[in-house]
Every structure is written in structure tokens, then in C-alpha cells.
């Protein structure tokens, strides 16, 4: 498949202009022309190009790439050998952000809440990226956070009421602690985000809705898996899904 198709065909599957984001969405790095192999991937970490490199991927797809908005632009450093391993190997690098997790089948929020059991409902938060719906059955905040230990393999900090029964849950991948308030406006008895701030446990106490953070990389594993079998299924292309193990 040629490179122009495969990054022509991700802009219409993931509507990267529908969002406002803090990075550029598509092809960064341009590589060989003809693709055949895709290493897919939640970070473009020196780990994950090497292992490109070594499997004799075409192109990397992940949900964090470069060239975020505020960083230092200069091409030293990590930056240099990232980009040079990238360019000396021919090999392309197409990211997207925001609209991966947004997307409503394949991305982050949709597949966490597949995985964990929970029914999507509605929408909240900016840009609508959070998610709100229910448990399959009734449960305390302690019980729903051991579940997301088990799907997740990774043990989630939970912070606030462990008794509260959810009926609503609210979700949204990342660093999305910031939307905690909208969830909360939204309906939520729970809300479920990567990330934790110094604020969020002062929030989640006072205001009586349990807050879990499940790890942002551990929650954002799922849109890029989604979208290797998904390459695989839709365009014919050997596409893999490597997990770069990240504690945070």
C-alpha cells in the first residue's frame, strides 16, 4: 500500500480536523513509499523504533508521536537520535492524539470501556472526549476498581468513598484528570481517568464521587492495539501491536 494511501485512509478513519490538539495528527515523519508493515505502538519511544527497526516495519503508528505544542523545537538530544533512527531506516511515523481517543469504536475510551464491561451512554467534557455510562450491574467503587485491576493487570490507586455504589461511571483516558468536575456535573458516581493531580483527592473527597486513576499508559494501551488488527483486517497490511511496558 503506498504511504500517501495509508496516511489518506487514517485521516478519514480518525477526523484529525475535527480536533483542536497540542500536537500535529498524521504523517510526522515521512519514510519509504511503499508500506507492507506496521509496528503499532502507544509511544514513539527509542525502545519501540528499535524494535521497527529490527523488524523491518515500513511505517510506526502510535498515539504519542513528536512535536508537541511548547516543547523546545530544537533537534538535539533524544530528539535527534528519535529522528535519526526514524530517517537512517526509511521508516514512517504517523500519530494521532486526540482523535484516537475519541474515535468511537477503535479508540482509547471506547476500547477501555469494552474491555472493563461498561456501556457507554453519552459524551462530556471538552471536545466531547469523555466518556459516561454504566457498569453491566450495580457495585461498590471498591469492586469496580478491582475489576479494572483484573482487565488492566495493574493496580489502580482508588481515592475517595470505596463503598459508594456506581450506577454511573465515567471515563476518560490519559491525563484527563482535569475533566473530574464535568464528570461529576455530568451524573457520575465514579469517575476513571489515567492520571492524578494533588487537587483531584480533595475533589474526590469532598464531593463524594470516588475518583480512580488506572495508569495513562496502562489505559491508553488499547486504541493502538485496536487499530493493528484493524490494519490487518481492513487494508491487508502485517500489522503488530508491541507493548513497551511504562509503570506510569
Known sequence: MQLKALSAHLDELLEPARFKDYCPNGLQV???TEVTRVLCGVTACQALLEHAVVGRFDAIFVHHGYFWRGEDGRVTGIRKRRLATL?????SLLAYHLP????PELGNNAQLGALAGWVGEGRFGDQCLGWIGRPLAEQSASRLAGELEACLNKRPMLIGDPDRVVRRVAWCTGGAQSYFDEAIEAGADLFVSGEVSEQTAHLA?????????????????????????????HLGLEAKFVDIDNPV
Open 30 to 32: 515521512e519514510g519509504r
Open 87 to 91: 530517517l537512517a531506516n526509511d521508516i
Open 100 to 103: 484516537l481517543d475519541a474515535h
Open 205 to 233: 473527597r469532598e464531593s463524594g464521587v470516588p475518583y480512580i486513576a488506572a495508569g495513562h499508559h496502562a489505559t491508553e494501551r488499547y486504541g493502538a492495539r485496536a487499530i493493528s488488527a484493524y490494519l490487518g483486517e
